[in-house]
């Protein structure tokens, strides 16, 4: 829990950058969860409520949307692509300005190059950790990380895989959402025994994940086999 949700924007716990003023702007980073509104920090929700510009891909805005005042403006993170000071000058004219991340700002995101560009700019920001879906995926599907005697665990992207070493622990695979029997292809090429125990997650937090026996076999509703990949 987030031990400061009643401060208001200007003087933020965690912030970085010039001491906020009154009427000064600011920029939010901030990690919204894996997509389950309940998840949200008080501090995420109290920004939102104040934010004057949103920054964050569709799927997200679109959750945490009915959060925001009317007169709130709403962007496509795409649109950074094409104006990536819009943060900046957002808060250089006085607005409260949250970009928003997946999970935790920190884990697999932009949010320390965003970072890093406020606080050249002599910006005052924010960092609002979230909840990744690293650890509230397995959390909702039942399956302990690590246990009061075991504490190896490694996140990785699924980009990662081919590059893996192999070791002991608990091994999260974010952003597999295409590719399951590659990503067991390499997993086994890389040293992973064929039979380990496995569970895929489709559509995250939206739905219920779908666990497999081992790293070669998952039942119907997935409609793909890892035999073909042993």
Known sequence: MNPTP????GVKAGHAGPPGLPGRGLVALVG??????ALLT????ALLAEADLVVGAPWVNERVAHLLRPDATMVDS????QDPKLLIKSAKAGQVALRLYSGDPFLFCSAAADAAACAKA????EIV????AATAVPAYAGIPLTTDVTG?????????????STGPGTLVILGAETGIADIAKMLIANGVVSGQPA????????AMPVSAPSITSVPGPVERRLTSAA
């Open 6 to 9: 009643e401060k208001k924007a």
């Open 32 to 37: 919204v969860g894996p997509g389950d509104e």
């Open 42 to 45: 008080l501090r995420a929700a």
């Open 78 to 81: 795409a649109t950074l692509d």
């Open 122 to 125: 002599q910006v005052t920001f």
């Open 129 to 132: 950790p979230g909840v990744s």
């Open 152 to 164: 190896d665990v490694r996140i990785i992207h699924a980009a990662e895989v081919s590059r893996l």
């Open 199 to 206: 569970a895929i997650s489709i559509l995250a937090i939206s």
